[in-house]
């Protein structure tokens, strides 16, 4: 917790100035006009006793923030589905009707659930740790002494400050405002911030952009505003994601090709054919469980769960899971270049005064410039360091900085010094007008003219790279309309960036995965397109003042495309340069750390904040890298395109099996024969051919370029796969009926179905891992081996009813096999070729 002593007035202590916050409607003094009147009562906040009866109450801001599902909830998410329900009635049946060896597909559904828990309570620790991490702890003023606390800790009537990029975190009125400027966009679709007077309604969920105050807790807990929203906006959730959808897609397909197939097959089995009863069970249960792909959920869920755990061990915090997943797909990055290319903390390098300023006085208007903003930006905090403040002015005035206007102001009153004009004539109009004096700090290229000669200097100091403020003096009060017209140019304050260390390299990856960057900032055009060439961006040459920036939808999406660096960008334009974007069919990703950067991060695609962004922009962003280090992105990308690319690829593994078992079926039924499979032999082969195999794939490395159209990608595949798998499987059983006579000749064609359809099925495993590394084709001769010690050692062929008998038939099994891995491998070039990889 840190804490701000505040003296008896509610100002800090020296050391950290800032002028006192003061009701904004009560009537001000004539002689100090920023101080409140005698009879106005500064505001201390709560006292620890009144805390402490309000806790007993009950009135605490008690809204459980949930960043992700609980145990009980993850439990129930994994044990209690559709298909564990189907598994688990045939699983009590086979316990009834047939051997042990019938009923291991159980036993795999629970291995299967119990992992997909783990994995999800493991990400559900690291996301509930890292959330704590990136806890926003608003400043709460108690016995007259600030200090942050955790949100849950507020209590009704507690005074909380406010500062630019501050999130309201509970309902409230203003106590305290001093040029308060509030954006609720979030809440009311308003685009405009509302200015907000003593007395005026503060609603959870809005965001300050300007100014600062404190307002009082009027509604705390599930009575605020924004209570049910907020909650459900910090769950880790698992929706709107291609990927998930897709499954979801599939599997209702599969749901429906199963049941009349399965009526089917059970009629077939059990009444028309007149066999053994508990042997028609065993073999009807054999063709409807593999027709579920049951692991292919778990498998999901298994991989989006490592991939948060991966993520959170470099800092970054995934709030929404399929967060990783559209980072992947992102074709357009857009970054602010401060705190994303270039880190928090900047260095004044020069003051050059203009027209005769006097140097040591235009060095005193910044010092006390930089001591009335309580809450300085960047860019103050460097003119701070470099011009200390020497308390002899008192601020009589202030303009909070806002990125519309790109500027702030302050007034003093100079008469408390004992060298007000210090000899400088400020450009002419020194403090021999007045002891009292106005002044704007902001972007040169708004503040003056078109035609001001300091232009020139000033764009040759941002085609190096600098940032350039301008010092002028206003001829009129802060408040009075259209303060920067006639302002006098006082001085140039050149600023120099620290570049990211790692900008460079992370650039360069983008530029290499074919994902096309956009920088999007409010400074100097010319200085950012500097920056950008610095760190060795594409097209940094190719800027443009988003002054000129074209207001037509269409034509803004084409002026996006052919620059890559934008200057003098306003809040509002960066949201509308990414509807712009994605009007033409690009997915975006924004990155950024201020305030103003709110509003594009929630319309785009893909929201990233920094750990020491703003609340409100760690509140909207999908993904917080809480390390502040813009060389994670890359890592986020390589999770979701690992989990896209892995999950496509055991997707086909899974449905070539649901295709062939489908068909199968089908054809027992037509052709009114014995059900070649016992859930045995189903079990050795899912598990050599899919589910060990799928396992390791579904987690290894994987660095294609992710790809849209999920389930006809997968149905392109898997469709003809499983055709040709049942098939070659078929014909093979059918000749075994012809070869095979007696009492074992069932078990005897049964053998030789197996061999064919495992070794079809491990065919089109050897397709699916490619390209092969060493361990790949470990993988894949391992399953080889694992089937071949089954028909070699005595008492697994018993365990699994497997016997080869004779040398013709399972030749004839092999060279069927072949066949259809020439099918295979045909089909999947041709497939390849005709709809693309």
């Given at each position: 917790m840190t804490q701000r002593a505040l003296d008896s007035s509610g100002e800090q202590t020296p050391g950290h100035p800032r002028p006192a916050l003061i009701d904004a409607g009560a009537e001000l003094d004539p002689v100090h006009p920023m101080?409140?009147?005698?009879?106005?009562?500064?505001?201390?906040?709560?006292?620890?006793?009144?805390?402490?009866?309000?806790?007993?109450?009950?009135?605490?801001?008690?809204?459980?923030?949930?960043?992700?599902?609980?145990?009980?909830?993850?439990?129930?998410?994994?044990?209690?589905?559709?298909?564990?329900?189907?598994?688990?009635?045939?699983?009590?049946?086979?316990?009834?009707?047939?051997?042990?060896?019938?009923?291991?597909?159980?036993?795999?559904?629970?291995?299967?659930?119990?992992?997909?828990?783990?994995?999800?309570?493991?990400?559900?620790?690291?996301?509930?740790?890292?959330?704590?991490?990136?806890?926003?702890?608003?400043?709460?003023?108690r016995d007259g002494t600030a200090a942050e606390i955790s949100t849950s800790e507020i209590v009704l009537g507690d005074l909380i400050e406010l500062g630019p990029g501050d999130k309201v975190v509970v309902d409230g009125t203003v106590a305290e405002a001093d040029s308060l400027e509030i954006d609720e966009s979030l809440l009311t679709g308003e685009a405009d911030p509302v200015i907000k007077r003593y007395g005026d309604p503060v609603m959870s969920g809005s965001f300050v952009v300007a100014g600062g105050g404190a307002f009082t807790a009027t509604k705390v807990g599930r009575e605020a505003y924004a209570a049910q929203l907020a909650e459900e906006a910090s769950r880790f959730t698992l929706v709107h994601s291609e990927l998930r959808t897709g499954i979801s897609t599939i599997l209702k397909y599969v749901t429906w090709m199963m049941v009349p197939t399965a009526i089917g097959l059970i009629i077939s089995q059990l009444v028309v054919k007149d066999n053994n009863v508990k042997d028609s069970v065993a073999r009807t249960v054999g063709g409807i469980v593999p027709m579920i792909p049951e692991g292919l959920v778990l498998l999901t869920s298994v991989a989006f769960a490592i991939g948060v755990v991966r993520l959170g061990r470099k800092q970054c915090l995934v709030q929404e899971l399929p967060a990783i997943e559209g980072l992947a797909r992102v074709d357009v990055v857009c970054l602010d270049k401060t705190g994303t290319l270039t880190e928090g903390g900047m260095d004044v390098t020069e003051v050059r005064p203009l027209s005769g300023s006097d140097e040591a006085y235009v060095k005193r208007v910044l010092g006390a410039f930089g001591s009335s903003d309580p809450r300085p930006n960047a860019s103050l905090r460097a003119i701070v360091d470099a011009c200390p403040d020497d308390g002899r002015w008192r601020?009589?005035?202030?303009?909070?900085?806002?990125?519309?206007?790109?500027?702030?102001?302050?007034?003093?009153?100079?008469?408390?010094?004992?060298?007000?004009?210090?000899?400088?004539?400020?450009?002419?109009?020194?403090?021999?007008?007045?002891?009292?004096?106005?002044?704007?700090?902001?972007?040169?290229?708004?503040?003056?003219?078109?035609?001001?000669?300091?232009?020139?200097?000033?764009?040759?100091?941002?085609?190096?790279?600098?940032?350039?403020?301008?010092?002028?003096?206003?001829?009129?009060?802060?408040?009075?309309?259209?303060?920067?017209?006639?302002?006098?140019?006082?001085?140039?304050?050149?600023?120099?960036?620290?570049?990211?260390?790692?900008?460079?390299?992370?650039?360069?990856?983008?530029?290499?995965?074919?994902?096309?960057?956009?920088?999007i900032s409010g400074d100097n055009a010319v200085s950012v397109g500097a920056v950008a060439g610095k760190l060795g961006l594409a097209g940094a040459e190719n800027t443009l003042d988003a002054r000129r920036m074209p207001t037509d939808p269409d034509e803004m999406a084409t002026a996006m495309e052919e620059n890559a660096v934008f200057g003098r960008v306003t809040p509002q334009q960066k949201r509308d340069m990414v509807a712009a974007l994605q009007s033409r069919g690009h997915t975006v990703a924004m990155t950024g750390d201020g305030v103003n950067d709110v509003l594009a991060l929630k319309d785009a695609d893909i929201g990233v904040s920094m750990g020491s962004g703003s609340e409100a922009t760690r509140a909207v962003a999908q993904i917080v890298l809480l390390n502040?280090?813009?060389?994670?992105?890359?890592?986020?990308?390589?999770?979701?395109?690992?989990?896209?690319?892995?999950?496509?690829?055991?997707?086909?593994?899974?449905?070539?099996?649901?295709?062939?078992?489908?068909?199968?079926?089908?054809?027992?039924?037509?052709?009114?024969?014995?059900?070649?499979?016992?859930?045995?032999?189903?079990?050795?082969?899912?598990?050599?051919?899919?589910?060990?195999?799928?396992?390791?794939?579904?987690?290894?490395?994987?660095?294609e370029r992710a790809q849209p159209h999920f389930v006809r990608r997968v149905m392109r595949y898997a469709i003809p796969s499983g055709v040709i798998a049942a098939a070659a499987t078929f014909t093979t059983y059918l000749l075994a009926r012809h070869h095979y006579?007696?009492?074992?000749?069932?078990?005897?064609?049964?053998?030789?179905?197996?061999?064919?359809?495992?070794?079809?099925?491990?065919?089109?495993?050897?397709?699916?891992?490619?390209?092969?590394?060493?361990?790949?084709?470990?993988?894949?001769?391992?399953?080889?081996?694992?089937?071949?010690?089954?028909?070699?050692?005595?008492?697994?062929?018993?365990?699994?009813?497997?016997?080869?008998?004779?040398?013709?038939?399972?030749?004839?099994?092999?060279?069927?096999?072949?066949?259809?891995?020439?099918?295979?491998?045909?089909?999947?070039?041709?497939?390849?070729?005709?709809?693309?990889?």
């Open positions: 101080k409140p009147p005698p009879t106005a009562r500064h505001i201390g906040g709560l006292t620890t006793a009144e805390v402490a009866e309000r806790v007993a109450r009950g009135e605490i801001n008690d809204v459980p923030v949930r960043s992700s599902r609980s145990l009980t909830e993850i439990v129930r998410a994994n044990v209690f589905t559709r298909f564990n329900l189907i598994i688990g009635v045939l699983w009590v049946i086979m316990m009834f009707v047939a051997p042990i060896q019938d009923s291991l597909f159980g036993f795999v559904i629970i291995a299967n659930t119990g992992i997909g828990i783990i994995q999800e309570w493991r990400a559900k620790k690291t996301l509930d740790s890292l959330a704590v991490i990136g806890e926003a702890k608003p400043t709460v003023r601020v009589t005035d202030s303009l909070p900085f806002s990125s519309a206007r790109k500027y702030s102001g302050a007034a003093f009153d100079e008469s408390a010094g004992d060298g007000g004009g210090d000899g400088g004539n400020s450009g002419g109009n020194g403090a021999e007008s007045g002891r009292k004096s106005s002044w704007l700090l902001g972007a040169p290229d708004v503040l003056l003219s078109d035609q001001d000669p300091a232009l020139t200097e000033i764009e040759h100091l941002n085609e190096q790279g600098l940032r350039v403020l301008l010092l002028a003096r206003a001829p009129g009060a802060l408040d009075a309309p259209g303060v920067a017209d006639g302002a006098v140019p006082t001085a140039l304050i050149v600023l120099e960036q620290r570049l990211r260390p790692d900008a460079a390299e992370t650039l360069a990856y983008f530029a290499d995965q074919r994902v096309a960057t956009k920088v502040n280090s813009f060389a994670t992105l890359p890592s986020v990308v390589a999770e979701g395109r690992r989990v896209i690319g892995n999950i496509t690829r055991v997707a086909t593994l899974f449905l070539t099996k649901t295709v062939y078992s489908v068909l199968l079926a089908v054809l027992v039924v037509c052709s009114q024969v014995e059900y070649p499979f016992l859930p045995r032999h189903l079990t050795l082969l899912s598990t050599l051919t899919i589910g060990v195999p799928a396992f390791f794939l579904a987690l290894a490395p994987n660095k006579s007696g009492a074992d000749a069932l078990d005897a064609e049964t053998s030789a179905a197996t061999l064919t359809l495992f070794l079809v099925s491990m065919w089109v495993l050897a397709i699916i891992a490619r390209p092969y590394t060493w361990w790949r084709v470990c993988l894949v001769a391992a399953m080889g081996l694992g089937f071949l010690i089954v028909l070699v050692v005595p008492w697994l062929q018993d365990f699994f009813a497997l016997k080869l008998v004779g040398t013709t038939m399972p030749w004839a099994a092999v060279g069927i096999a072949a066949a259809g891995a020439v099918a295979l491998e045909f089909t999947w070039r041709w497939v390849g070729r005709r709809f693309g990889a």
